[in-house]
């Protein structure tokens, strides 16, 4: 026996290095760099190079792309760019734009605005790639594109665009959606071959409509996929129809969950399910008519669906929950258990799609339909899933015990933390001679007139207040220190290794950007500071230096609170 042993374990070291050369020579043939040519992708695409102009609510900025600024559904935004010979790659522009009406110019010229449809109902313009040719001569003109945006989800939104040939721009979209393409399609032929399967088992009964539910999920869900891919303009331009498919089947999503959830015995008799998918398919019905009506779009609607979600996630919670109690056996406990990762699949993407809204969304849901069809129930994949959504929430709530909601600066938590350290090292012989805590500088920051903007201009203008002079502090001070919000109307600036001219010249900076400021609105906009370097007194008696030297300067300006 262990002669066998020895010999499989020496067959399995000569297979390894096998490998190992595979590998070795794989990487080394792979080192020459003229392998583009002979590709198909051997037209180079490039991003809009430069910056552009973007106006909207006649406010413009000058930024990159891609981007984000404040606007809402109905606003206009352009965005303004002259071209020259190193700004466009090609003579073809592409980009993509999610429910929002586009209009391109080229100096004056019109060159592109999207088509107006005939549809029996109102729909929105739908989410999908621009493909615009240009003229064969376009350089020292300008290229002007308006996003009007249809929702409030997306509005604000500027897109990246790409510019190339033709045949390269539809090159790489393909190649950024291969793989959710393929994750839909393998979707798709997985569920069709088990509702096939069920339909031939058609006289079990609850298995066959089990494996029926099960199919319909796994085709429904790779459809979406499919069409979330980003590609469906490789096989058709109806953008509407594409749209229409898109959220039904996103809708019909917990319908067939909770349909396959009641085949189980452990949940065939739980009210709150029976009820769940009652309410999928009252939903279902009541987005499709408030739709043909035109009262309220498909888009503006997702919010009921994630809701449901949530809810089915709850109502499996509470089932096993039961079922640990009282098992149902082996079978259901392991395929419950799948179920459930694949409604925390689904969570997942609901939390990604409201963090990362001009993001991909539905790639957690299709690979847990993956994996529900592949593995249903292995019970380890579970518990990984639960230990990187404990990882995740740890590494949230840790982030979140310093940061200053308002404002985004470290907060008092952070301050006190950063204030033990600052002290530790001051004791610390050794820490002292790597690092003399000498070079600190203090500044302490209190906003005026705070309690006078809330009395007369309200609350709100007080919170925005506080949140332009924390800006402010974090542009000018944060390239050299840490910020810090230590009170209601009252910061901190902790700046290591920086000489007091320096300092001073910032100081002076940030005085000259609350006075503009101060100019610009409708309430008084101003803040007084002191600040010392860290001496032998020690880190707490320097913050009280500080705050004396800002209540000196404030008795100055008059601005002492009563």
Known sequence: MKQKINRIRRRSGIVGILLLLILIMYVWIGFPKENRITAFDNEEVRYLQGSVYVSCNGEEIKTVLPGKITAKAGDTIVIRRKLDEDSVMGNTILFYCKQAHIRVYLDEERIWEDPDRSLPFPMLEGSYWRLIRMPASCEGKELRIEIVPQVNQYAGELPAIYTGTKASLVYMVARQGIVFLLLGLIAVILGVAILIMGLIMRHEGVIASRMCYLGLLAVITGIWGVLEARVTQLFTGNIPRASFVLFACFSMLPVLITAFILTYESMRDKWYMKALFYLSVG?????????????????????????????????????????????????????????????????????????????????????????????????????????????????????????DIMT???????????????????????????????????????????????????????????????????????????????????????????????????????????????????????????????????????????????????????????
């Open 283 to 403: 939903n279902f019905l009541i987005q499709q008519l408030l739709q043909i009506t035109g009262l309220v779009y498909y888009m503006q609607m997702i919010t009921a669906v994630h809701f449901l979600f949530l809810l089915i996630l709850a109502g499996l919670i509470a089932g096993f929950v039961t079922m640990c109690r009282k098992p149902y056996g082996t079978k259901d406990y392991f395929i419950y258990k799948a179920m459930l990762i694949l409604t925390l699949f689904g969570t997942a993407d609901i939390v990604w799609y409201y963090l990362f809204p001009s993001g991909r969304v539905g790639i957690f849901m299709r690979v847990g339909i993956l994996f529900l069809i592949a593995y249903l129930g292995y019970d380890t994949l579970r518990q990984i899933a639960i230990l990187r959504i404990q990882e995740a929430k740890h590494s949230f709530y840790k982030e979140l015990a310093f940061k």
């Open 408 to 562: 985004g600066l470290e907060n008092r938590t952070a301050f006190e933390s950063t204030i033990r350290k600052i002290r530790d090292e001051g004791r610390d012989p050794e820490q002292e001679e790597e690092k003399n805590p000498l070079s600190w500088i203090i500044m302490i920051a209190d906003m005026n007139c705070l309690k006078i903007i809330n009395d007369e201009h309200g609350h709100d203008k007080g919170d925005e207040a506080l949140f332009k002079l924390a800006s402010y502090l974090k542009k000018h001070f944060g390239p050299i220190g840490e910020c810090y919000r230590i009170g209601g109307d009252e910061f901190c600036v902790l700046a290591p290794d920086v000489s007091i001219e320096c300092f001073e010249e910032v100081c002076q900076c940030f005085r000259a950007s609350l006075e503009a400021e101060d100019q610009e609105t409708a309430y008084p906009f101003s803040a007084s500071m002191g600040y010392v370097r860290l001496d032998e007194s020690g880190i707490d008696e320097c913050v009280k230096k500080a705050d004396r030297k800002m209540y000196e300067e404030k008795r100055r300006k008059g601005r002492v609170r009563l």
